[in-house]
């Protein structure tokens, strides 16, 4: 991901209610070489981003599959991952960097599609973050333009083995991040209602795309993802992620402007999607995430979380509270 610090730092804005408290239940922290391409977003950069003036007082890591283990078990490399955010909580934990408790929830990786097997390596995913361990993700997105899903073959979520490696999340009480496009939400309710017992945590709305083929498509796809997001509003062990809608593939083609959006022009063009899934989840069942940082591509730390206040102006203070914090902090287990 390329540094557009100068870029995003045309549009500034002081924060909205700025004494709201906010738990990001969605970031990414790593330091990725690829020839001599670096991509770095570690303790410094997500805390840069922080202090733009919301009162974010706890977050939850979320796998991106970096900081693997170089040696030992190849089936094992995932745990490095939960070690490398573990040690950032810790770091955050002491107080030294401010009040924020970073990755004070941690979701990781493990290859579900190995059948129970997967088991040892979640174990010890556990045991490398016992206090904070909460979960894995295992992306299901797929599509067949390869820029907006390379990372699965389809039908994932419906496949036997995926299956009996799920079944060992529901034994070990742990929930599940649902990582998909929004055709795809029809499997995403299967699965719920084939582990109902098992907290699915929906990434991102549920993966709204408007690049290539369904570029022009907006209302249509609008339409269509209702009506599936209202399906699974039925299952009652998912939640929703409410954000997501900056990065490149959703279409609405922010990073190729001259300059960021104003959390205004957000706010105006993704609000439908945001009180939709509300209408039809809750703010029992929804909680605003960042999604940073990925979705830096598009808008400011600052300004995106202006967006979602915006949405979210004249609702009652307990609607708030679930939005921002409360859910995020239950679903998870932070308190």
Known sequence: MATNDAWLAQVREDALEPDLPICDPHHHLWDKREGRVERRYMLDEILRDIASGHNVVSTVFIEHLAMFRADGPDEMKYVGEVEFANGIAAMAASGLYGKTRVAAGIVGYADLASGSRVRAVIEAEMAAARDRFRGIRCTGAWDPNPHVARAAAPGLYLDAKFREGFRELDALGLSFDVTCRFHQIPDCIDLARAFPDTTMILNHLGGIVGIGEYAG????????????????????????????????????????RPKPPTSRELCDATRRYYESAIEQFGADRCMFESNFPVDKIGCSYGVLWNSFKRITEGWSASEKAKLYHDTAVRVYRLA
Request: with cysteine.
């Open 217 to 256: 498509r907006q209302d249509e796809i609008f339409r269509t993802w209702r009506e599936s997001m209202a399906a699974l509003a039925t299952c009652p062990n998912v939640v929703v992620k409410l954000g997501g809608l900056a990065m490149d593939y959703t279409g609405f083609g922010w990073h190729e």
